[in-house]
């Protein structure tokens, strides 16, 4: 028996069912506070905040907390000032509605999922209750996923539409539009590639925004002069099913054309639909397997 | 900080973005490269005794900076202080380069910012406000530019 077999198992006969059952996670999945903390308190803008009353799992009763949404996280603390928060709910695959409660303007939060659990939260009016609902509902990762691939088809169908009425040197949209804006925000994650030298290393530390633009530079780098060699090196680098779509020829210039860009961002989406195709058979798998496990645990 | 620890757990079961055996390193000294099972989901970033079901951990991946080691290792660091750099070993570059391209796209606020410079773009070439059909485009989230301030609703 490991060592964390022995500490589980006197955890558990200690302080039996969910209780023991939490305890142990608490002590073994680290959840690095300090870095949750850093995320709400830097200087990325917070999506919505306010008071609502949490209903305690232990006893019941209602308290009043400062609730704040940022991202696919809702962190709560005592009051507004505070330095860092009480706790967190992360939101992925929960459900959001209505409730009946002791108290007015209640809602539940309510996970499903193994051991799923459902929180209830109360505002301090409707409107609140409505906006906060509104809110929790479109704060996941996944919604969010959703509307960026959404929009960034939108994108570049009004890109190709435009570039089939204007003459592609008057072209007003600039292949790097995205890398450039995303370099103009000045929070987020930073991306720093290494050039690689014996003695210390030169860092070019660029942010999220000219992440595309440097893995682009890193993959051609790594390939021959020629053009041809290097967009085919990258279809071949991305297990593509469908058949590979046309790139034009470009000049040595140094720029990516704008339809390579988008023709990337093509390949992209596809790594992406085929992802979600494999999800759908892992997830299949992933259902048989526990069963499999529980019958042998049995 | 307390969390929803059984909801974390269920999801750092599900079906991710990636998931693979790397080297990982702890950001303490004296911590060592161990295998690891890690794995991508939304915007964490689970790492597994190999075999285990439980995680040993989750990172968020929010605010960090992501940086290539050498070849075939990057690293992650977080609130820019080494005592909290983790080191993660692959086995190709191409791998290598793919989940530093993985992770830095799986951030909420990278996805954020991509989807506000799409929405304007459209809205700058066709008039129209893609977002609309949703329901949300006074969300100050998606706003350009703007910080909120905090309102007490």
């Known amino acids: 028996m490991t060592h964390d077999d022995k500490f589980k198992k006197y955890i558990i006969s200690r302080w039996p069912g969910n209780l023991g059952e939490d305890l142990i996670r608490r002590v073994v999945m680290k959840i ?25 799992e232990r006893t019941g009763s209602y308290q009043k907390r400062w609730f704040i949404l940022k991202g696919n996280l809702l962190f709560y603390q005592e009051r507004p000032g505070d330095s860092s928060p009480l706790g967190v709910f992360v939101l992925e695959g929960c459900s959001v509605e209505l409730c009946d ?11 499903s999922g193994q051991g799923g659990g459902t929180y209830k939260l109360a505002a301090e009016n409707q409107a609140a209750q ?6 929790l509902l479109s704060a996941s990762h996944g919604f969010l996923a959703m509307l960026v691939r959404d929009l960034e088809r939108q994108y570049k169908e009004v890109i190709s539409e435009t570039r089939g009425s204007v003459p592609s040197q008057q072209s007003p949209l600039d292949d790097k539009g995205l890398t450039q804006f ?8 930073s991306l720093c590639m290494h050039g690689r030298g014996p003695a210390g290393r030169e860092c070019q530390s660029c942010n999220a925004g ?15 002069r020629s053009p041809k060699l290097w967009t085919n090196k990258v279809i071949h680098e991305r297990p593509v099913n469908e058949s590979v779509p046309q790139i034009e020829e470009w000049s040595s210039g140094g720029e990516l054309p704008l339809e390579d860009f988008c023709t990337l961002h093509e390949l992209y989406g596809k790594d992406v639909k085929d992802l979600l195709a494999a999800r759908q058979v892992n997830s299949e798998k992933d259902k048989d397997v526990e069963e499999e496990e529980a019958a042998d645990s049995e | 900080m307390r969390f929803n620890e059984r909801e974390l757990v269920s999801l750092s079961r599900q079906p991710s973005e990636r998931a693979a055996e790397l080297g990982m390193r702890g950001p303490k000294k004296g911590d060592v490269v161990k295998k690891r099972l890690v794995k991508l989901v939304v915007n964490f970033l689970f790492y597994f005794r190999t075999d285990e079901e439980e995680p040993l951990g989750a990172l968020l991946l929010e605010e960090c900076r992501v940086e290539q080691e050498d070849d075939q290792a990057f690293s992650i660091i977080f609130l820019d202080e080494a005592e909290r750099k983790y080191l993660f070993e692959c086995d190709s570059q191409q791998q290598c380069l793919e989940w ?43 706003q350009i530019g703007t910080i909120p301030s905090i309102q007490d609703t």
Not at chain 1, 130 to 135: G, L, P, R, V, Y
Not at chain 1, 212 to 223: E, Q, T, Y
């Open chain 1, 32 to 56: 690095h506070g300090k870095v949750l903390s850093h995320y709400l308190s830097c200087c990325s803008p917070v999506d919505k905040a306010g008071y609502l009353y949490r209903k305690s």
């Open chain 2, 100 to 142: 530093i391209e993985c992770i830095v796209k799986a951030s909420y606020e990278f996805m954020r910012k991509s989807l506000i410079f799409y929405r304007s773009e459209i809205q700058r070439m066709t008039g129209k406000d893609p977002l609309e059909q949703y329901g949300i485009s006074d969300e100050a989230r998606f």
């Open chain 1, 210 to 224: 000219q992440l595309l633009h440097v893995s682009l530079i890193s993959r051609k780098s790594a390939a021959k």
């Open chain 1, 101 to 111: 409660s002791d108290e007015q303007f209640a809602f539940s939060v309510s996970f």
């Open chain 1, 130 to 135: 409505e906006s906060w609902i509104k809110a």
């Open chain 1, 182 to 189: 995303l370099a103009s925000q000045n929070y987020g994650p």
